[in-house]
């Protein structure tokens, strides 16, 4: 069975600065997608950035980018240029290729200081 | 708007009293699924179906049904809910090439 690990429950950064989030996790499979959702106050979930696993450059989303190392089965998130809207908990999840089989890490509650 | 909305958002119940909380989607996904999310745990696949009449248990399934008649609707049942089941419920939808999923807004449910 798959597993998603996020070894930092909780971090903090300070406005403008940048932050790294961990994520590893274990799988046999060859073909997946990884990806990283914010969840603010609202509870909302709301995908940030989403990496396919046979893709070999790491994904870009503005202000946010991965680190994908599959040897490694490590896909770390990086916010530059931290907000203060920035400030939810995030989740990294994992996905068999043509499965709706999704697997979530516990979280890390990131809190962006002014 | 392209939507996936849950009813009730919030749910207060006592043990054993069976209640069903609606998933609706309006983007015609093939794909949908249901969540339960507690502290610590991150969030846990309860079932999910990739067609109508197809459901396929994730990793959570003890306690709950579901039932999927039309594309849209996605019900989860708790025909005996019990205390354990006090969490913060999401049904998710997503197209069948597409893996990105869609979460609706969440039901928060107390069982006492």
């Known amino acids: 069975a798959q597993t998603v690990t996020q070894s930092q429950p909780e971090m903090s950064v300070q406005e403008a600065e940048t932050v790294t989030l961990s994520c590893t996790y274990d799988?046999?499979?060859?073909?997946?997608?990884l990806f990283w959702y914010k969840q603010p106050p609202s509870r909302q979930m709301i995908l940030v950035i989403r990496?396919?696993?046979?893709?070999?450059q790491n994904a870009t989303e503005n202000r946010f980018s991965v680190n994908f190392q599959k040897a490694a089965k490590s896909f770390s998130l990086k916010i530059s240029d931290s907000q203060l809207g920035d400030t939810a908990m995030y989740f990294c999840?994992?996905?068999?290729?043509?499965?709706?089989?999704?697997?979530f890490g516990a979280g890390t509650r990131l809190t962006v200081k002014p | 708007e392209a939507q996936v909305t849950q009813n009730p958002r919030y749910l207060i119940t006592v043990t054993g009293k069976k209640l069903t909380v609606t998933c609706s989607q309006n983007m015609n996904h093939e794909y949908m699924s249901w969540y339960r999310q507690d502290p610590g745990l991150g969030l846990r696949q309860i079932y999910y179906s990739m067609n109508v009449e197809v459901t396929d248990k994730g990793d959570v399934p003890e306690g709950y049904k579901v039932s999927r008649k039309e594309k849209r609707n996605f019900p989860l049942i708790l025909e005996s809910p019990s205390p354990n089941q006090t969490s913060l419920y999401f049904c998710?939808?997503?197209?069948?090439?597409?893996?990105?999923?869609?979460f609706g807004p969440g039901t928060r449910l107390l069982v006492l």
């Open positions: 990496q396919e696993a046979y893709k070999q």
């Open positions: 999840a994992f996905m068999k290729y043509n499965n709706n089989d999704m697997r």
């Open positions: 799988t046999s499979e060859s073909n997946y997608y």
């Open positions: 998710a939808s997503s197209p069948r090439n597409e893996e990105t999923q869609y």
